[in-house]
């Protein structure tokens, strides 16, 4: 009898383990979920009978060490920064370990002894990284095979709320980790543009903005992603003269929030002494140039250089800035503050579903022609706990895990979804689920 | 026969070592000159007979403690964060300690055990923080006195080539770390303006400015430092309405280096690739928006929305930031190019002598009248050792040792020089040197 283990059994993880319990009856395999907090973990195996729900710390070597090494494979959802060590429990016990999470420093240096040990250390196998990876790299494999010449790639990727329950002027919702969405974008995006390397500070990050169109959704922008540099050597494109990631989000939104980061109101950098006793408008009007004749609305309408009417001041009056209530975090800096207000007003409600819009473009020349190939793809959440998020996160991590526990996968050592023997099947059973890709080709 | 030490025998020790020297021949002193570099102390203490230069490193424990032991008192003008070793040595033997750094976390718990040791441990003893703390006490305290009511409190420095050796189009030259003006004022600007805090983003610090005249100089600009709120307790002046430090500059300045700040020029954040190949061209048309049909020069005008010929181009052609030399700086920051391209156009020469400039504005009311007084300090180098700047740095350091050393300073603990035990005689003897603000008076 096969054992996988699970850990973290927080929002991202209904999806992975339904999928892996399901599979545990074809199967025979025994599901362990382990959280710090055992009730979420509970929660989720729901006494399904092949699954079995631990409370577990992974910053504690002996734990990760007493319960991985009875496993074959182990699949962490933790927050990045808290992988490591169960990492390391799984390469010293010659046990596969999968994440959706970035590939960091000290989990690459597994890399060598994952190898010697047989096993496999799969990173970034989740939606953004993970769903684009595999489908970017389908397509470059296939245009490549065509002999085609990959002039351009743009890819972006957004989480949203689904338009059915899209019932707010900023057209936005928290569907996934509030603090990143108020952080997203600071330092300077780099990417490259008809054959150079351009950056673009954060401040002017909000204002440079691409149109993306879905099939039946209308129109999304997209700003830029803080680093494309990086996926031009791991996609094999490295001559690529356009590449780009981004970030999707409703039509407006960007200019919207672009007033928060012109008035520096995103600075997680300091705190604010008395934070938990001023109001949201005294914490709005200390980042406006100061004007005793005006109110805080007409201030804000000065700066943005609009009318005092005029949709953007609707918008930031809808999210609460302007009024007078208590802010009641102490010694907050200012993004903890717009979060906390944000997350009044942008978070689902229980009958609220969520979204996620992916879309590639490649622009490429063939046998002397111009073609402009759009792959999008469209999920909506199916409930409450199987959110887009977290089937689009989770099922690429469990269908791999299902492949290496059937030995369908053979690759061992540190790897990314890139590799056609991961990306196929794992895009083709995710198809057969609804996750699928509509592509179209036409001539520019 | 008394000792003091010196540590660090850089460019801003010429003033001091050259002052305890003179001391040493009417008291009968001691003067021990260390630093990491032996040739740094030797050319400095020039075989003075009561010099002794050593070689020193301040991260060995033991080697501070062998010397530390045999001192009175310590001076160190060490970089702030290699402080600390040396006072611990310090306050261990009981030794009075100098700096003229801001007080680190690490450097204020030392104070329990300076008390307990009889010793002061004496911070901010330099020019900014130093002079401008005592200048400023000193008013504030004569005002206090008087019953007057402050208003507002404005405080701005500036380090700066003498105008008899201003020969660049940006009135500036490097008088001090040329990094720390690369990267100031990264981050939020805080301070209090009639009677509300207010914070302003680095991307819109350089944008907004006050002028201040200083007579026989002309007109200066300062930009806010990125924390004055700090300084509020500091002085005793909680409930002043208007508190606000910052950096001067020549006019035109800053409107020219928000273009570095606009374009993210200055962001030390991430490195890039391959810096060390590009040009000083490469380099600046990466963070322009592109725009195929037009020069890297053109697109600058653009970004800046000015004529091709006009000022500010020319400034910055006189940079050389268009110029097709390579880099030559292996995966460098932006900040770490631009600092490079920079030092090359803004090192003083030979001759060159820089000049400090400081003011002080304090509007109060007194008996039902308004008033505004201006305090303000030129100092101008008087060699390529005796700078501007290692005399406002040095001078008061060496007064405040001499001080100790003939125990004409009772205080004791952690201190800054705000305290009238020290600013006084201070303050004094820097008048006796030429130190010396210049005071009016006007109704407003």
């Known amino acids: 009898m096969k054992k996988i283990m699970v850990i973290g059994a927080g929002r991202s993880s209904a999806s992975l383990i339904r999928y892996l319990l399901e599979q545990s009856e074809r199967e025979n395999w025994k ?39 009875q496993m074959d494979a182990v699949v962490s ?8 060590l169960a990492a390391l429990s799984a390469v010293k016990f010659g046990k596969h370990f999968l994440t959706a999470s970035y590939v960091s420093k000290e989990i690459g240096e597994l890399g060598k002894e994952a190898l010697s040990k047989n096993v496999l250390l799969l990173n970034e196998l989740g939606l953004d990284p993970g769903i684009d990876h595999m489908s970017a790299m389908q397509i470059i494999e296939k245009l490549k095979a065509e002999g085609a010449e990959i002039k351009a790639f743009k890819s972006y990727c957004g989480g949203l709320v689904a338009p059915e329950y899209d019932d707010n002027p900023w057209n936005y919702k928290f569907t996934w980790n509030p603090r990143n969405v108020v952080l997203a974008g600071q330092g300077t995006a780099q990417y490259r543009k ?8 954060y401040h002017r990050l909000f204002s440079e903005l691409e149109t993306f169109h879905f099939e039946g959704l209308g129109d999304f922008e997209g700003y830029a992603n803080r680093n494309s540099l990086s996926y031009i050597d791991i996609y094999g494109l490295s001559d690529i ?53 005006l109110s805080t609305e007409q201030k804000m309408a000065a700066f943005l250089n609009v009318a005092e009417n005029a949709e953007i001041i609707d918008k930031l009056k809808w999210l609460g800035i302007f009024e007078s209530q208590k802010i009641g975090l102490a010694n907050a800096s200012p ?69 290496l526990l059937k030995d369908q996968i053979s690759l061992r050592g540190l790897q990314l979804p890139t590799v056609r023997e991961i990306y196929e099947p794992i895009l083709a059973e995710l198809k057969s689920m609804g996750i699928e890709f509509t592509e179209t080709t036409e001539l520019i």
């Not at 729901?46 to 090494?69: E, G, L, M, R, W």
């Not at 959802?77 to 490591?84: C, N, Q, V």
Request: hydrophobic content about 35%; overall charge neutral.
């Open 31 to 69: 599901v362990v979920v382990a959280d710090y907090d055992l009730s979420l973990a509970e929660e989720k195996t729901n006494k399904h009978p092949n699954s079995i729900a631990i409370q577990f710390d992974a910053q504690d070597v002996p734990t990760c060490d007493k319960y991985i090494k």
């Open 194 to 201: 008809d054959g150079k390397i351009r950056y673009l500070p």
């Open 241 to 293: 003269p356009t590449m780009i990631r981004g970030t999707l989000r409703r039509s407006g939104y960007a200019r919207s929030w672009n007033t928060f980061v012109q008035l520096g109101m995103t600075d997680d950098g300091f705190r604010i002494a008395h934070s938990a006793d001023w109001t949201y408008r005294e914490f709005t009007d200390s980042f406006l140039p100061e004007n005793p004749a």
């Open 335 to 403: 993004a903890q503050v717009l979060q906390k207000i944000l997350e009044e007003k942008w978070q689902l409600k229980q009958e609220d579903k969520d979204m996620i819009v992916m879309q590639h473009l490649f622009d490429y020349q063939k046998d002397g022609k111009k073609y402009r190939l759009t792959s999008s793809l469209v999920v909506k959440g199916d409930s409450v706990q199987e959110t887009a998020m977290a089937k689009t996160v989770g099922l690429p991590l469990g269908i791999g895990a299902k492949l």
């Open 77 to 84: 959802l933790l927050p990045p920064s808290l992988h490591y």
